[in-house]
């Protein structure tokens, strides 16, 4: 859970930074960052779940 927190805090500074600076690199390389992190929490989730039923 910490994770979406500093998510959230990550994510508010950059649309901050995006409407100072109006550059679109900066929203598409977040939103890559959004969706790869994102991917990695529903991994660890899964894989933990998984674990839990092996063991």
Do not use: F, N, P, R
């Not at 990550?10 to 550059?23: A, D, G, N, P, R």
């Amino acid at each position: 859970m910490k994770y979406l927190i500093y998510l959230g805090i990550y994510m508010t500074s950059v649309i901050k930074e995006y409407i100072l600076t109006q550059k679109y690199t900066m929203l598409i390389v977040s939103l890559i960052v959004l969706q790869v992190v994102l991917t990695l929490l529903i991994y660890q989730e899964h894989y933990y779940q998984e674990q839990i039923v092996v063991t």
